[in-house]
């Protein structure tokens, strides 16, 4: 299962942090990803944090948002930072590529 919190309202500029709480499999072991979806528009991936650690972000949120995991503690996070009124949407976190169930994700708004 994947729980994911965190999201808020804030203004343009502001910040937030993720967190994703991961049960029924191990975290080190797997290939991780942040998603969104924005009102209207499909899901997209804005950042992933493979096995080994590496990371990659989309080129909307580079230099903004880090991906990150605590292995032992089985969560994974997503530092939001200078964020856009167009970051504005309904955050999900899953394994890369997902798996069936996303869950409810945490809703992320921003002002501007």
């Known amino acids: 299962q994947l729980q994911a919190s965190g999201g808020g309202l804030v203004q343009a500029g502001g910040s937030l942090t993720l967190s994703c709480v991961v049960s029924g499999f191990t975290l080190a072991f797997a290939d991780m990803a942040w998603y969104r979806q924005a009102p209207g528009k499909e899901r997209e991936m804005v950042a992933d944090?493979?096995?080994?650690?590496?990371?990659n972000y989309a080129d909307s949120v580079k230099g903004r948002f880090t991906i990150a995991r605590h292995v032992m503690e089985n969560t994974m996070y997503l530092y939001l930072n200078s964020l856009k009124p167009e970051d504005t949407g309904l955050y999900y976190c899953?394994?890369?590529?997902?798996?069936?169930?996303w869950g409810q994700g945490t809703q992320v708004t921003v002002s501007s």
């Open positions: 944090i493979g096995r080994s650690g590496q990371t």
């Open positions: 899953n394994q890369n590529p997902g798996l069936p169930n």
